[in-house]
């Protein structure tokens, strides 16, 4: 009888599908410091289908990142599974003029598409800064099952840097815009009307970027060169993520749905496409593992 059960509990801790509180075993939960809550995960067996992510430590300080995003450009820096929500590091692109020469940032696109990702239209804004700048960001959206060209932008522009206001990003300096719903490509780019000729003195430089709504706040400082070492070259976005295209009812009729812990909600994903779990009000934890939504109703 001690044999037995010895050999069923080997058989249990040797599989990748075991469960030791509702996590697999074997599953590495961290990438550095940033935990990696189910769905997610960076090893076989301990992610859902679609949830792999890509844990770099080649560095001294590992890093992130989505599975597709193989040239290591948006680290993720926060998985939040309540409002299903991927925050990542988006990079500042610049363009600056000198008194001989151009300089600027290498070309920038993203694709995720056929991922589980896209880019919120809620919480994230494109943003231009410069006196002499006309930003723009094109590419494709999903929608109604299809991908549908876009283009948005915003033009910014100053004569003085005095005319600047702290705080005001409405075209003086600095301009925002809103993006579509459904962003799955896209790639950001940037003109000069006068290559900065009229304003170098005070405005050399252009910058644009794809940035989280709450985390930018522009002031009159922003205009100069030294913007882009003041952020390291780094702004937060946000992607919102989903599980599959079928909506909660659909969702429950089929194997594999994913809210798994009692005391756990389904909900429409921000996407519009697919949905997302939740633990109930009065509960917490991760919807996504048996058991996971722990505490007491109220």
């Given at each position: 009888m001690i044999l037995i059960v010895f050999l069923v509990l080997l058989i249990l801790l040797s599989s990748p599908e075991s469960l030791l509180g509702g996590v697999p075993v074997d599953c590495h939960e961290r990438c550095g410091s940033l935990n990696i809550p189910f769905p997610f995960g960076v090893t076989d067996g301990c992610?859902?289908?679609?949830?792999?992510?890509?844990c770099n430590n080649i560095?001294?300080?590992?890093?992130?990142?989505?599975?597709?995003d193989t040239e290591l450009t948006m680290p993720i820096t926060n998985i939040s599974l309540p409002t299903g929500e991927v925050r990542?590091?988006?990079?500042?692109?610049?363009?600056?003029?000198?008194?001989?020469?151009?300089?600027?940032?290498?070309?920038?696109?993203?694709?995720?598409?056929?991922?589980?990702?896209?880019?919120?239209?809620?919480?994230?804004?494109?943003?231009?800064?410069?006196?002499?700048?006309?930003?723009?960001?094109?590419?494709?959206?999903?929608?109604?099952?299809?991908?549908?060209?876009?283009?948005v932008g915003c033009i910014s522009t100053c004569y003085q840097s005095e005319s600047v206001v702290n705080g005001v990003c409405s075209g003086i300096g600095c301009c925002q815009s809103g993006i579509p719903k459904g962003i799955k490509y896209f790639e950001v780019g940037f003109n000069s009307y006068y290559n900065h000729s009229r304003v170098f003195n005070f405005n050399p430089c252009s910058y644009v970027f794809l940035v989280e709504l709450d985390h930018y706040k522009f002031t009159s400082q922003d205009i100069s060169e030294e913007f882009y070492s003041e952020y390291s070259g780094w702004v937060p976005a946000v992607l919102d993520f989903s599980i599959g295209t079928e909506s909660c009812g659909e969702a429950r009729r089929k194997a594999g749905y994913a809210c798994v812990s009692g005391n756990s909600v389904c909900s429409t994903a921000s996407s519009g496409s697919g949905y997302i779990c939740s633990c109930s009000p009065g509960y917490e934890g991760n919807p996504y593992l048996k058991n996971g939504c722990q505490g007491q109703s109220y």
């Open positions: 992610f859902r289908e679609g949830f792999r992510l890509r560095s001294s300080v590992p890093h992130l990142y989505l599975e597709s990542i590091r988006h990079p500042i692109l610049y363009e600056c003029y000198g008194q001989a020469r151009r300089t600027a940032s290498p070309p920038f696109s993203v694709n995720i598409s056929g991922t589980i990702y896209t880019f919120s239209d809620t919480s994230n804004r494109f943003t231009a800064v410069g006196c002499d700048t006309q930003g723009y960001i094109n590419g494709t959206v999903n929608s109604t099952g299809s991908m549908t060209p876009f283009t």
